[in-house]
């Protein structure tokens, strides 16, 4: 599984590019150019992905320091 299949997707919606989700790749450095790289970097830069037990720690942090009314969860899912 590619750690940067969501990051894949946030390039193509940045860029207007429509579509499926795309197919996971193993190495996104000949597709997003330095500044994509850095804004998707910090676009995500409050994103946990991971099991319970890596997501949830890092989850009540975060809740801890913005004290959150909502949170939207999603996932990005190739099929």
């Known amino acids: 599984m590619s750690i ?4 894949f997707s946030f390039v193509r919606l940045r860029r207007g590019e429509k579509g499926q989700m795309p197919k996971p790749v193993a190495d996104m450095s000949s597709i997003w150019s330095p500044s994509e790289k850095a804004m998707v970097d910090n676009a995500l830069s409050v994103s946990f992905i991971g099991s319970v037990e890596t997501v949830q720690p890092k989850l009540a942090v975060f809740i801890d ?3 959150p009314d909502e949170l939207i969860v999603t996932a990005n899912v190739y099929d």
């Open 4 to 7: 940067f299949r969501g990051r």
């Open 65 to 67: 320091h913005y004290q």
